[in-house]
């Protein structure tokens, strides 16, 4: 229970963090290339998190925007699947693979079926 605690705040914590870096550094690199290459105008600190919202709120909040499968296996189901065969794990992984969001459709057609023909 005492290690809940600090896991809210360290969170919000992290996340401006990120939230600053990220900004600083999509600035400097905006004003290093984009002045020059397009002739576009210099951002300040403030118009380059503005720019960073909205290409998130056009584009999309990535893949595994509230999935909760980053980083952690079977997104957290990993006792579940103890009792399978790697066999069964793999198809599984792949099967969610395909249900995803980040499935490159067609990229799975390269992939052999799940029921191999017997060699004739």
């Known amino acids: 229970m005492h290690r809940r605690a600090y896991k ?14 990220g900004s600083v550094i999509a600035m400097l690199l905006w004003n290093a290339l984009m002045p020059q290459i397009f002739h576009l105008p210099a951002l300040t600190y403030w118009q380059t998190i503005g720019l960073l919202l909205l290409s998130r709120l056009i584009f999309g909040f990535g893949c595994h925007g509230g999935h909760g499968h980053r980083g952690r296996g079977f997104g957290g189901w990993g006792r579940n699947f103890d009792h399978l065969s790697p066999e069964e794990k793999e198809r599984i992984f792949h099967r969610m693979w395909d ?18 023909k017997p060699q004739e």
């Open 8 to 21: 809210i705040p360290a969170m919000i914590f992290m996340g401006s963090v990120a939230l600053l870096g």
């Open 99 to 116: 249900d995803d969001c980040c499935s490159p459709r067609g990229w799975h057609k390269d992939r052999p079926s799940e029921d191999p």
